[in-house]
């Protein structure tokens, strides 16, 4: 398993109906939500480790601080940067940046835990 400080992933996004707020029960705005920008954050984090875990293991969110600090409407592209700040042993901390265009909407920091799939299926309840 290979895994440094500096490792890179995106995810992009085109609002929808269905990434707004209102669809997310998280307000009452027609605008991307906070629920789904962090499911993109998220989603940059695994694209960053993609072909970098060893067979059999895979990463969990373990603790997120996120401000979301600008509305996007719909049919808006977006897409969140993670870079891979702090690694310290199996806990990994990624930076994250939200953009749409030039503009910052949201940024923050995404902590993952590497994990043994099996291990960590096998505690679920």
């Known amino acids: 398993m290979t895994i440094s400080e500096g490792l890179q992933g995106t995810a992009d996004l085109v609002v929808t109906d269905d990434d707004t707020a209102i669809a ?18 998220e ?3 695994v694209a960053a ?24 409407p719909v049919g808006a592209r977006v897409q969140a940067e993670a870079v891979l700040s702090r690694v ?14 030039a503009s910052v909407i949201a940024e ?12 960590f299926l096998a505690t679920a309840r």
């Open 88 to 101: 310290e042993g199996k806990r990994l901390e990624f930076d994250i940046t939200v953009t749409q265009g």
């Open 49 to 72: 480790l993609a072909g970098h875990l060893d067979e059999g293991y895979t990463s969990v969110g373990t603790n997120v601080a996120l401000s979301h600090s600008a509305p996007t």
């Open 43 to 45: 989603a940059a984090t």
């Open 108 to 119: 923050g920091t995404v902590a993952r835990a590497i994990v043994n799939r099996d291990r």
């Open 24 to 41: 997310l029960g998280s307000g009452d705005v027609p605008v991307l939500g906070t629920p789904r920008v962090l499911a993109l954050a």
